[in-house]
């Protein structure tokens, strides 16, 4: 950040009085920004014994399979955001959202809100953003063309889960080396 967003003035990074950390302040009008971490949300839509994924349309990671997800827009509920990811990527609705998983992305300043969720019916279409989409079952889960890791991690944890037949709501942080 180089420009104050209230006035114009520049910036610079201090640690404001009664804070602990640096921040970006306003030179001229004092004005603290803070930069907090995204939410990204979204959910892992099932359809009988199928998920369905979305071979990204767009960058990061092109061309690579992914579950519907995407960052929560201000004045939106995170399942409002997770029902509208679904749509816009896939194109399908869902129902009967359940908070699944919650993901802490440190080193990216991310957390991310995984719910499973069934879809109202098998439709579902390519949109702007998902050059393809398809309901797959376990065995035919493109693992080597997963784009995000957190993706990997929630695919393989929903599938270990369902063999258990039990799908506690779980926290985990994902590392920047980590596997």
Known sequence: MNFCSHCGGKVHLRVPVGDDRPRHVCRACG??????????VGCIPQWEDKVLLCRRNIEPRKGKWTLPAGYLENGETVMDGALRETWEEAGARVTSLEPYLL?????????YLMFRASMETPHFTTTAESSEVLLVREEEIPWNDIAFRVMEKCLARFFADRLQGAFPFRIRQIQRHSR
Do not use: E, G, K, L
């Open 31 to 40: 004005m603290v920004h803070y930069r907090n971490p995204v939410m990204v």
């Open 103 to 111: 993901f802490d992305i440190v080193y990216v300043n991310q957390v």
